[in-house]
């Protein structure tokens, strides 16, 4: 069964609004990831937090980790219409090497 | 630098046909993996390396075998294709195993099983 599930699972908003993605697990992990996905691509790398921190920043990108409540959450502050694309949450879980992805948001930005 | 590069990007295939998709990394990773994605599922993890000459399985290794002669390549076997294989298939591949592992992830490979 999957890790990760995002939430909402599709997200349409307006240029310059906040986009908000939600990712929740089921067992203790190492560290949480967020990848992007454009259209037909392959997936890209945005930002990793480990299970000690509760929060980290990049650019526009701001993400929260509540190991207590198994979930985390994806801001884009002032999204674009280039931000349209889906957005998954990649859990390392304690037990195995390996990274588990979840079911992805797909974020659509209208200009 | 190419990163992860995919072969094929697309094939057409008959049921109980085999192929094998090849994964080629030159940033000397030690982990790669291969997952398939689904529209509805996200991405489910196939099966994987931790290093040259290892492979294990992820959650969905049934009907795929995997090779990992040479550090740099990552070969996924279909020995008998099925409908239920149609999907895009992507490589990605890691520096090292530790918990700060970022994957970097090939184009993808789209087969289409008839």
């Known amino acids: 069964s999957q890790q990760g599930e995002e939430d909402p699972q599709a997200l349409s908003i307006q240029e310059g609004e906040n986009a908000t993605m939600n990712c929740s697990y089921k067992t203790s992990i190492n560290n949480l990831q967020w990848y992007r996905q454009n259209s037909g691509r392959g997936l890209v790398h945005l930002i990793l937090i480990r299970s000690n921190e509760r929060e980290k920043h990049s650019g526009r990108l701001r993400v929260t980790l509540d190991t207590s409540k198994k979930s985390s959450s994806l801001l884009i502050t002032a999204s674009r219409a280039a931000d349209t694309a889906s957005y998954f949450c990649?859990?390392?879980?304690?037990?195995?090497?390996?990274?588990?992805f979840g079911q992805g948001t797909e974020l659509s930005v209208k200009p | 630098n190419a990163g992860v590069t995919q072969t094929p990007k697309f094939r057409v295939l008959k049921t109980g046909q085999s192929m094998t998709l090849l994964c080629a990394q030159d940033?000397?990773?030690?982990?790669m993996y291969w997952y398939r994605q689904d529209p509805g599922m996200g991405l489910r993890l196939i099966h994987y390396?931790?290093?040259?000459?290892?492979?294990a399985k992820g959650e969905v290794p049934d009907g795929y075998n995997v090779s990992r002669l040479k550090k740099q390549n990552f070969l996924l076997g279909l020995e008998s294709a099925a409908p239920s294989q149609t999907s895009v298939y992507f490589c990605?591949?890691?520096?090292?195993?530790?918990?700060?592992?970022?994957?970097?992830f090939g184009e993808g490979s789209r087969l289409t099983v008839l």
């Open positions: 990649a859990t390392d879980r304690m037990q195995g090497g390996k990274l588990i």
């Open positions: 390396s931790v290093g040259e000459g290892t492979t």
């Open positions: 990605a591949s890691a520096l090292a195993g530790g918990p700060s592992r970022e994957l970097f």
């Open positions: 940033m000397n990773h030690e982990y």
